[in-house]
């Protein structure tokens, strides 16, 4: 089942790759970014899935021995051409490709996890008021964020 989940997931995440090796680095980030934004947003699940199953699969051999070891390779391959070409460009610093995957990846779940938090009312009054909080403005910090992390120095 972990096996069928991660094919799913990872022909998702492979996609928002999809047109983008043409594009100028700036403009290929921050299209898969978005992309990559909105498929968490749209299915949760997926994100989920990443964070708990595919990085840490409590001792399940669900990837090994099928073709979904494939589908992680293009994945990384995708990430690593993106990455050669931000770094070629002079546009990112030098930086692993699992760096580069952080780097891009903790801001959108962080992102998604706190979207619907109950926020303390600002009057401090009791209760809570429940944030809706525009995806437009999550997209744009997240793609502000991103390029921060990766152009500062570590």
Do not use: W
Request: glycine share 8%; net charge negative; with cysteine.
């Amino acid at each position: 089942m972990i096996a069928a989940l991660g094919e799913v997931v990872l022909r998702a995440e492979i996609e928002t790759f999809s047109g983008i090796a043409q594009l100028p680095f700036d403009h290929a980030l921050k299209l898969q970014a978005e992309r990559c934004f909105d498929l968490y947003l749209e299915r949760p699940g997926i994100a989920r899935f990443l964070m708990v199953d595919l990085a840490q699969p409590g001792g399940l051999s669900g990837f090994e021995g099928n073709h979904n070891l494939d589908l992680i390779e293009e994945l990384f391959r995708h990430e690593s051409d993106l990455l050669r070409r931000g770094i070629q460009a002079g546009v990112i610093r030098s930086m692993s490709v699992t760096t580069f995957v952080a780097a891009r990846l903790g801001p959108v779940f962080t992102a998604i996890a706190l979207k619907d938090l109950q926020i303390p009312k600002s009057d401090g009054s009791d209760g809570a008021d429940v944030s809706h909080v525009d995806g437009e403005m999550l997209r744009r910090e997240y793609l502000e964020v991103v390029m921060a992390l990766l152009r500062s120095p570590v």
